[in-house]
């Protein structure tokens, strides 16, 4: 990857930063460049609009034109995951896409939401990673969480996080769903909305409690 012209180059010269979720970037040509090259496995979860393009195709076409410009050597695979578009990132420069704390794949997506919506597909979720930053992330989380658990089940007390995205809130609520001893629930509106870990109130098994992601809208969100 050319250092002097990396992701985060890139969207500054198009004045774009991780915040700007009112841009609506141009989509790029048509075409798969270099060696990014996209595939599917299940249909677009939005209707393409009479005559445009699915949403997975919308996709491709975007990151597909993005990865061109930043390094032709990286490789896309896209596919219908469990409620939204999953992207993959790989090659061997594809981790340096994640960027400090995964602010540059935050902005990526911004981007592809913005694409996507341009095309019609208001309602499309997408998940980007780049070379496994999101998985590793997920599971550092997930051992965050357990041992946060066993804390709370010890002394009783409830712990309040600090803000955090919706996307990572989902990964405390799923990985405690089936504790035994202690429950999530989300609070505050926005970029305030913080997780909380408290002692279970209802230990019957499948009976929705305020953690759970079914009743949680932070599973919608991410």
């Not at 949403?55 to 930043?70: C, D, K, V, Y």
């Not at 208001?122 to 965050?144: C, P, Q, T, Y």
């Amino acid at each position: 990857m050319d250092n002097t012209k990396n992701l985060d180059d890139y969207l500054a010269g198009l004045g774009i930063s991780e915040s700007d979720e009112a841009v609506l970037p141009a989509l790029p040509h048509s075409g798969s460049p270099g060696g990014a090259v996209a595939t599917g496995d299940g249909p677009a979860t939005t209707a393409p609009s009479p005559g445009g393009p699915s949403p997975q195709e919308t996709l491709q076409q975007f990151l597909s034109g993005l990865l061109g410009r930043i390094d032709p050597e990286l490789q896309l695979t896209l596919r219908q995951g469990d409620g939204a578009l999953e992207a993959d990132i790989q090659g061997t420069q594809a981790a340096r896409l994640s960027g400090r704390d995964g602010r540059v794949l935050g902005a990526v997506e911004v981007l592809a939401y913005a694409a996507l919506s341009r095309q019609g597909h208001n309602e499309v979720r997408v998940r980007i990673d780049a070379g496994g930053f999101r998985k590793r992330h997920a599971e550092n989380l997930s051992r965050v969480a357990e041992r946060l658990a066993v804390q709370v089940a010890k002394t009783g007390e409830p712990h309040e996080m600090q803000p955090m995205p919706p996307a990572d809130r989902r990964v405390f609520h799923l990985a405690l769903q089936d504790h035994p001893l202690v429950q999530t629930e989300s609070v505050g509106e926005g970029t305030a909305r913080r997780l909380i870990i408290l002692p279970r109130t209802d230990p019957v098994k499948g009976t929705a409690v305020p953690g759970d992601p079914a009743s949680d809208d932070d599973a919608a969100e991410a």
